[in-house]
C-alpha cells in the first residue's frame, strides 16, 4: 500500500465563466467529463495557468477551488478568510485532550500565537472595512 502524503497548495491562475460547449472550440479539443445530460451546456471556466495551459473545469470544482482576486479588497478578504479558518481551528485544538499532551512552553506559544492571529484578523478586518466604505471626503 502507498504512504500518502497530505499537500496543501495555492495557484493564482485566470479564468472565464464558460459552458462546456464553448470551451471545446476554444481549446479545439473534447474535454473528457462524466455522462451529463446537455453536456455542452455544462456551466464552468475557461481556465489558463501560469505557464499558458488552457483547461476548462466544472462551475463547482472551480468555485469550491477559486475566489476572485483582481483588486486589494479582494486578496484581504481571501487573506482574512483563510487567517480566520486557521484562527478558528487552532481555538479548537486549544480547547482539546491534545492540547494539554504539548508541554508548557509550547502550549504557552500557541496562545501568544493565537492571540497575535486574533489581532491580525482584527486589522485586515477595519482595513476591509474603510476599503468598502466610501469616503465621506
Do not use: H
Amino acid at each position: 500500500m502507498l504512504k500518502m502524503k497530505q499537500y496543501t497548495g495555492t495557484k493564482t491562475i485566470k479564468a472565464c465563466p464558460m459552458k462546456l460547449g464553448e470551451a471545446e472550440k476554444v481549446l479545439g479539443r473534447t474535454i473528457d467529463t462524466s455522462a451529463v445530460e446537455n453536456r455542452e451546456d455544462q456551466d464552468g471556466y475557461l481556465v489558463e495557468y501560469e505557464d499558458g495551459y488552457r483547461s476548462w473545469s466544472p462551475k463547482s470544482v472551480f468555485e469550491k477551488a477559486y475566489m476572485t482576486s483582481d483588486t486589494y479588497v479582494d486578496r484581504m478578504l481571501i487573506e482574512r478568510d483563510d487567517l480566520q479558518k486557521r484562527y478558528l481551528n487552532g481555538r479548537k485544538f486549544s480547547f482539546s485532550q491534545d492540547f494539554w499532551s504539548l508541554n508548557e512552553v509550547e502550549r504557552k506559544l500557541l496562545r501568544e500565537q493565537l492571540d497575535t492571529m486574533e489581532r491580525y484578523l482584527y486589522i485586515l478586518s477595519r482595513r476591509i472595512k474603510m476599503a468598502s466604505t466610501p469616503s465621506n471626503g
